[in-house]
């Protein structure tokens, strides 16, 4: 009699199972989106509802933006944010409008750049710019929810309830956040569109009432004139101050990667190709314009009446108005009930502002770090990063306290990089099309952004300390990816030329023996000499047939490509299939199982032993994609086919 099986015994393998399938399962919802495009025609959204998308993000600042230009500027806070909105509206609108025609899916400006460099420059030029992304991106994470958490506890009706509870309120909104994308982001548009909606409403009948009060209110206006006046003398000298304190209101810029993040999204015309998506690249450049057009319409006005009506104590950290100085308004002239609901609104959208974020990563990321072999495969799906970018965000709100003031220069700092790498990516984009205007007129703005991030940059180190963290982290994290990925077979797929499959159609027929050969003089005596050398080294017959197999590295830099296959005869005698790939020792591997898959016979594969120190030789294969190439081509073999009588062999003499 079976001893009885103890309950539930069975079902951890298949619990781990399911929790494995689970977390594996898909990649970037976004991705999702991207991938259902046809050929042909672009089935989307349509241009305003994928801008509220975009917008929890961009508009979510109003949140919090009064108050730092408060901050920033003093009284001098409406004129540095129309500097502001200057350089929004001549400066990063037109340079994202020409990102979006340049980069129709969804890459940004940093695919632009990464096309200008080429090998291990190009890839550590392209980590630092997405250690700068996910500073922007994680930051607003953050700063986002902390700012949440401030509406929240700050609420009269529960304030005696949370005070002093701001840290464990922004991490809960942070999990939520966490948990909405592990169960799946879909349709967060429909969400948006609600969320940015109820949210510009309340905030105009906000405006509205503002200016409603300062024109009843006639002394508010010539009080504020006559202190300017007395702190700064002249128009040309507060002009000049609003131009030093700008860079400190760089926050107001936030939203266009995103917004070109989310172009996938947009609905094109019928005849759009994946090539020539035009009809979704005019919706993108309509979805830029007008939200920076709401948006300026907004920082102005909301600036102004916050200047004018609420005092310079409640702004400071600590003060009623500090990190909510629209909220501030809507409580002191509309009552707690209507306060409330603007809260709530607020703290819906600064919270949703997160996934907007959160769904740039997930969008970004998976394009880059998988593709250099920089990531674990595990890396193209949803779940996984998203307890990976929750911890880091878990992580940075426990760093700065859930304090909304002190991320804002790390938030500053990322967002200045990527618009400043945006500028110049478009000045060089018109000047290879010949444009001499437009790139004329895109290096003024690059110069004006580079200022502005060097400025910040010095005022705020912080920000570039949080930025530098966060790149070395993703260098350090994306190099032990790619070591410990380096005998992965790296190879997509093995496409054979007519004369290589007919070389491999008539060895099969015998014993499939191909020489490994550095292709040097590439004479009529090296090839005879390499092939004597082999057949006395290994004791070949001469009537045993013998290919040579000859790989060129193209750019060790890369990971995973496909790997095509020449067949030549060189000086009418000697056969030879050329490869170009990464990596000589996983290409030749990658050659060797697809001639044992299409012939069903094992290759034999002959070397010579290479000279030199054995570590140097495995850092010019990490590095330069080649080194000992026999005993790694042998160990990417046998990682690739555990069995070993199927395996081929590698002999090395």
Same mark, same amino acid.
């Given at each position: 009699m079976a001893a009885p099986t103890p309950a539930g015994a069975g079902s951890g393998p298949t619990a781990r199972h399911r929790l494995r399938t689970w977390m594996l399962q898909g990649v970037a919802d976004m991705g999702k989106h991207q991938r259902a495009v046809p050929?042909?025609?672009?089935?989307?959204?349509?241009?305003?509802?994928?801008?509220?998308? $975009?917008?929890?993000?961009?508009?979510?600042?109003?949140?919090?933006?009064?108050?730092? /230009? =408060?901050?920033?500027?003093?009284?001098?806070?409406?004129?540095?944010?129309?500097? !502001? @909105?200057? @350089?929004?509206?001549?400066? =990063?609108?037109?340079?994202?409008?020409? @990102? /979006?025609t340049e980069s129709p899916h969804g890459q940004g400006s940093i695919a632009m750049l990464e096309r200008l460099l080429s090998f291990w420059k190009g890839k550590l030029f392209v980590l630092t710019l997405l250690g700068f992304a996910a500073t922007d991106f994680l930051i607003t994470i953050t700063l986002s929810a902390a700012d949440a958490a401030t509406h929240l506890v700050e609420n009269p009706h529960v304030?005696?309830? !949370?005070?002093?509870?701001?840290?464990? @309120? $922004? !991490?809960?909104?942070? /999990?939520?956040?966490?948990?909405?994308? !592990?169960k799946g982001f879909l349709e967060a548009i429909g969400v948006a569109v609600v969320l940015v909606g109820t949210y510009l409403v309340l905030n105009a009948v906000v405006a509205a009432v503002g200016i409603w009060h300062v024109v009843t209110t006639g002394h508010v206006v010539t009080d504020w004139t006559r202190a300017l006046t007395v702190q700064h003398g002249s128009i040309p000298a507060m002009i000049a101050v609003a131009l030093i304190v700008f860079p400190k209101l760089a926050l107001g810029l936030s939203g266009f990667e995103t917004g070109v993040a989310v172009m996938p999204h947009i609905e094109g015309d019928p005849e759009d190709t994946e090539k020539r998506p035009t009809g979704r690249i005019r919706g993108a450049k309509k979805l830029l314009t007008t939200a920076a057009v709401i948006m300026s319409v907004f920082l102005i006005i909301t600036s102004f009446v916050t200047t004018l009506l609420i005092p310079a104590a409640a702004f400071r950290p600590g003060g009623p108005a500090n990190g909510r100085a629209l909220a501030y308004l809507a409580h002191a002239y509309l009552g707690s009930v209507f306060g409330t609901v603007y809260d709530v609104s607020t703290i819906a959208i600064l919270w949703f502002a997160g996934a907007s974020a959160m769904a740039g990563l997930l969008n970004l990321m998976p394009q880059y770090l998988p593709r250099y072999g920089m990531a674990p495969h595990w890396a193209r799906a949803v779940r996984p990063m998203v307890l990976v970018f929750t911890a880091v965000a878990f992580l940075v709100t426990w760093i700065f306290d859930a304090n909304v003031d002190a991320q804002g220069s790390a938030y500053a700092t990322g967002v200045l990089v990527l618009i400043s790498s945006a500028a110049i990516a478009v000045t060089i984009a018109a000047r290879r099309a010949e444009q001499r205007g437009w790139a004329i007129g895109f290096a003024v703005i690059a110069v004006v952004f580079l200022y502005t991030t060097v400025t910040n940059v010095i005022e705020r180190p912080d920000g570039v300390k949080i930025g530098a963290c966060f790149i070395a982290g993703i260098i350090l994290l994306s190099f032990g990816s790619r070591l410990a990925r380096a005998f992965e077979l790296r190879v997509s797929e093995v496409i054979l030329d007519d004369t290589a499959a007919r070389f491999v159609r008539d060895i099969a027929q015998r014993r499939i023996r191909f020489i490994a050969n550095e292709p040097d003089r590439r004479d009529y005596a090296e090839y005879r000499d390499k092939a004597q050398q082999i057949r006395a080294d290994n004791d070949i017959p001469p009537e045993d047939d013998l290919v040579f197999v000859e790989v060129t590295i193209k750019d060790p830099s890369e990971f995973e490509s496909e790997l095509h296959v020449r067949g030549y005869v060189m000086h009418d005698r000697y056969r030879v299939l050329c490869l170009e790939s990464a990596a000589v020792s996983n290409a030749l591997a990658a050659l060797l199982l697809h001639v044992r898959d299409t012939t069903r016979q094992r290759p034999h594969i002959y070397f010579?032993? $290479?000279?030199?120190?054995?570590?140097?030789?495995?850092?010019?294969?990490?590095?330069?994609?080649?080194?000992?190439v026999a005993p790694v081509t042998r160990e990417v073999l046998r990682e690739a086919e555990p069995d070993r009588s199927r395996r081929p062999r590698v002999h090395v003499g």
């Open positions: 050929e042909t025609g672009h089935h989307g959204q349509r241009w305003w509802r994928v801008m509220c998308l $975009t917008g929890v993000d961009y508009f979510s600042t109003l949140g919090y933006q009064p108050g730092i /230009a =408060a901050l920033a500027a003093g009284l001098l806070s409406p004129v540095a944010t129309l500097v !502001l @909105v200057l @350089v929004t509206l001549a400066g =990063a609108l037109p340079v994202y409008r020409r @990102v /979006a304030h005696s309830a !949370l005070q002093g509870r701001q840290m464990v @309120v $922004t !991490l809960i909104l942070v /999990a939520l956040l966490g948990a909405v994308f !592990l010579e032993w $290479t000279e030199g120190n054995p570590f140097a030789q495995f850092l010019r294969f990490f590095l330069f994609g080649q080194g000992e």
